[in-house]
């Protein structure tokens, strides 16, 4: 074979690999089947804020964007008065998609080919976003009537049940993993699941699995609902750090152990997570969360002095409560919500604590972050009196004393003794630990 030949043929190639990009055409039309002026498409990942790029649709309406490699994105179509509409795409090899969309109320998206699996991934997405506007709408509702926000309850039986079905009738691999996703985030939207299928869930998603793009905080949520051998999980957890192609996806998981290291005093694994976060990651939005709220050598641990705050009490707007008005006694700090159910679920230990260690100099700071402090007074009033001391801090990350103190999830409890330091947190001060904690300190 001649070298020229040869050289064709390499360049033949290249040229192949090099138009080997996946695209998206198609329409973007009206309410009444005609163009909208100025109607555009942008793309951007799934799990990120930041647009990758924009095209307009042609004055007839048509379309078309190139997308650079495989992956979990989403297309974001803006017609008239801004309105706009998301849709999310999974490509696992370069292909074409013909997708046309038609701003009626609601807006139609329809996919040229609706059995392929990029349609049926997205209709998979589109259902979970629903799942989540169902029981947040239902939420509102709820707290409108002026019930107790912590008896919220929402029944998911329905949407289990045709999800468990699909499940088990589904042949397409990519597909199953979708739908097992949508059954671990009812998990996370309170549903109870069946912990068998939680467990065949992380067998059929592997850590490299890109599905887990769609929702990285799922993973988590999986690893624990199964309840796994710690062994098992860890070994999950860490193949999908050195795996998974996505960078969100590894950011969220490595934020989460880092998390989960510092709630649980494993100093070790904090180091560890941090400097993976703000070396790695630092870019990310976990890289930059940690770096800005968590020094690198952290103020809330045991043995340490509790942090100097003041907080406005919600019995006497007059009166301020701060770590000196509390020296002398022995007080937990308790970061929580009347929305966030283990919170509540702690309500028993609290009131039971308060009731037996209230004469040996102990009390309890209580620190909502829910949206408005009608929602503590009404549950106070209709389901637990929590009668000890409350403050209303709200749910702003930028809160000062929610940085100052290192909280990321809630319940958050923090017990400090009557010389101001930090001698319990944690694990440590929830269920019938709270419990043995106290006696140890205070005494029977």
Known sequence: MSRTILILMFLAAST??????????????????????????????????????????????????????????????????????????????????????????????????????????????????????????????YKKSGKAPGQFRYNWSNELASLTKRIDEEKNPVIRQGLVLDYIGLGSLTANLDTTIVRQALADISPASMIWEFSPNLVRVAVDLAQLPAAEANAYVQNLLEENPSVSVKSSVAFSLFMFAKETGNKADASKYYNILTRDYANTRYGREVAERFPAVSRIEVGKPVPAFSVVSMADSTKVITNETLKGKYYLMDFWATWCGPCVAEMPNLDKAYKDFHDKDFTILSLSLDTSPADVTTFRKDKWPMPWLHTFIGRSSKSNILNEFE?????????????????????????????????KDLGK
């Not at 974001?76 to 490509?91: I, K």
């Not at 701003?103 to 080919?113: I, S």
């Open 16 to 141: 192949a690999a090099a138009n080997a990009q996946a695209s998206v055409t198609g329409t973007l039309l009206g309410s009444d089947g005609k163009p909208i002026p100025k109607a555009t498409v942008s793309l951007r990942t799934i799990s990120l804020d930041s647009t990758l790029k924009t095209v307009d649709a042609i004055p007839d309406g048509k379309y078309n964007i190139t997308i650079g490699s495989p992956g979990v994105w989403a297309l974001t179509y803006t017609g008239p008065d801004q309105n706009f509409r998301e849709v999310a795409l999974y490509l696992d090899k370069p292909e074409r998609i013909g997708l046309d969309v038609r701003f009626d109320n609601p807006v139609k998206v329809t996919f040229a080919d609706s059995e392929s699996v990029a349609a049926r991934i997205a209709g998979i997405y589109e259902e979970m976003q629903n799942n989540q506007h169902a029981i947040m709408t239902a939420y509102q509702e």
């Open 407 to 439: 909280v990321a999830f809630i319940p958050k409890p923090i017990l400090v003794n009557p010389q101001g330091i930090i001698i319990a947190m944690g694990d440590s001060l929830r269920g019938d630990g709270l419990e043995k904690t106290l006696e």
